[in-house]
């Protein structure tokens, strides 16, 4: 194993070890008790991700504002706003991670 796969397992395993990860997975844990959820919210994280991926800034606001309302009732179960909220903390733990690495080794990406 070279001393970079090594690196990663490791930073992996810490990932994994921190406080972000385990709510994620806490949170994860806590859909169960709602059959179907699972599948309906996998439904709205992508359709969140199209909608962050393909929307101009003028229309991030009004796409937002439908999404709302198409999932209105999912987000009255506390566990699903618990699970987005763990989701978005540990994606913004890794987007920081990366973010460090590139700084570190010196790539500039482009802004866009």
Known sequence: MSSIEYSTKA?????????AYKR?????????KYPG???????????IYKMYDSSENEEL??????????????????????????????CMQVRDIYRHIVGEIGIDPPAV
């Open 61 to 90: 606001l009004a796409r937002t504002e439908e999404l709302q309302k198409m999932y209105r009732e999912m987000h009255k179960i506390p566990e699903v706003n618990a699970y987005l909220d763990a989701e978005t903390e540990l």
């Open 11 to 19: 930073l992996v395993e810490s990932v994994k070890n921190g406080s």
């Open 24 to 32: 994620f997975r806490k949170c994860e844990e806590a859909l169960v």
């Open 37 to 47: 959820l699972s599948e309906k919210l996998d439904q709205l994280r992508a359709d």
